[in-house]
């Protein structure tokens, strides 16, 4: 993949780009892992990279909602998650800390990165919120996105992205192709 920074190439046919990867992972097995090293090679190569990483603040499977998101651009980290206390049961999603996470990372797209990357589709996206006007966004630019996509949340992701987007593995040859293939 070469370092040069590149724009998405107009399509001469009447079939959508996609321009979207949606990195398809097993339920509850979220590859943060392979997000991080996705970014730290992009960036090695010269690429302007945008968006967020997801970081799991415990490692306790009792709080797997302690989550910040980590601006790619300033590097800024939101709460993502209301904390609820001690003996709460299930995850109470902060919507007013995503929505200032997706205002810092769209007003990162004025800067026409290369890719953006963020960190899944989520109930709040299957819901019709969350992260989906940034995305829709995104493609309007001609900026390519690589995302997280649960298989559980496969069918709402497929309605959503429609043919705008491919389902790739967590393998970074195939998603570094997918990306070469844009330019």
């Given at each position: 993949m070469s370092a040069l920074p590149f724009a998405l190439v107009?399509?001469?046919?009447?079939?959508?780009?996609?321009?979207?990867?949606?990195i398809v992972y097993a339920n509850e097995a979220y590859p943060a892992a392979f997000f991080r090293a996705l970014v730290g090679r992009?960036?090695?190569?010269?690429?302007?990279?945008?968006?967020?990483?997801?970081?799991?603040?415990?490692?306790?499977?009792?709080?797997?909602?302690?989550?910040?998101l980590e601006d790619l651009t300033s590097g800024h980290r939101t709460a993502l998650f209301e904390d609820r206390g001690a003996g709460a049961s299930g995850c109470r999603l902060d919507q007013a800390a995503l929505a200032e996470a997706t205002a810092r990372v769209?007003?990162?797209l004025e800067q026409t990165p290369d890719v953006l990357v963020l960190n899944k589709f989520g109930k709040a996206e299957c819901e019709g919120g969350g992260l989906r006007d940034l995305i829709a966004?995104?493609?309007?630019?001609?900026?390519?996105?690589?995302?997280?996509?649960?298989?559980?949340?496969?069918?709402?992701?497929?309605?959503?992205?429609g043919d705008f987007a491919i389902e790739l593995s967590d393998d970074a040859s195939e998603v570094e192709r997918w990306l070469g293939g844009l330019r």
């Amino acid at each position: 993949m070469s370092a040069l920074p590149f724009a998405l190439v107009p399509e001469l046919s009447s079939q959508p780009v996609q321009s979207v990867a949606a990195i398809v992972y097993a339920n509850e097995a979220y590859p943060a892992a392979f997000f991080r090293a996705l970014v730290g090679r992009w960036r090695a190569l010269g690429l302007s990279v945008a968006g967020v990483l997801q970081h799991r603040v415990v490692e306790d499977d009792d709080r797997h909602c302690d989550v910040l998101l980590e601006d790619l651009t300033s590097g800024h980290r939101t709460a993502l998650f209301e904390d609820r206390g001690a003996g709460a049961s299930g995850c109470r999603l902060d919507q007013a800390a995503l929505a200032e996470a997706t205002a810092r990372v769209e007003g990162s797209l004025e800067q026409t990165p290369d890719v953006l990357v963020l960190n899944k589709f989520g109930k709040a996206e299957c819901e019709g919120g969350g992260l989906r006007d940034l995305i829709a966004s995104s493609i309007d630019r001609r900026i390519p996105v690589v995302i997280g996509v649960s298989r559980d949340r496969l069918d709402a992701w497929r309605k959503f992205a429609g043919d705008f987007a491919i389902e790739l593995s967590d393998d970074a040859s195939e998603v570094e192709r997918w990306l070469g293939g844009l330019r």
